[in-house]
């Protein structure tokens, strides 16, 4: 599995992870998430799709929500609170608007 963000989201997300060990592996993938990487996302376009899931699911709502009304982040990422809604196929973050779209 690795000890990194992708390798816990997937397996608590494809319940490979016993029950009686699922609340410690949700535990380490929030101290993955906000103390290794500083609140930032390593998960790649493999997990990223599943970690809120993850994390809610493990009892980690308080990291989802960090997550989400993060004011910086990393290189190329638009936060929620300047309007992104989503990543498109393409790779263009979707605002509010379809004409605030900006290459990722």
Known sequence: MGD???GYVL??????VPDNLRKACGDRLADL???KSNGHLSTGFVG????MQAL?????????????????T????I????GATTI?????VIGATRDSRTRE
């Open 4 to 6: 990194n963000q992708s």
């Open 11 to 16: 397996a608590l997300a494809f319940n490979l």
């Open 33 to 35: 998430v906000m103390v």
């Open 48 to 51: 990223v799709g599943r970690l």
């Open 56 to 72: 809610t699911q493990t009892g980690h709502t308080d990291v989802c929500y960090k997550l989400l009304l993060k004011r910086r």
């Open 74 to 77: 990393r290189a190329g990422c």
């Open 79 to 82: 936060p929620i609170t300047q």
């Open 88 to 92: 498109g196929k393409d790779g263009m």
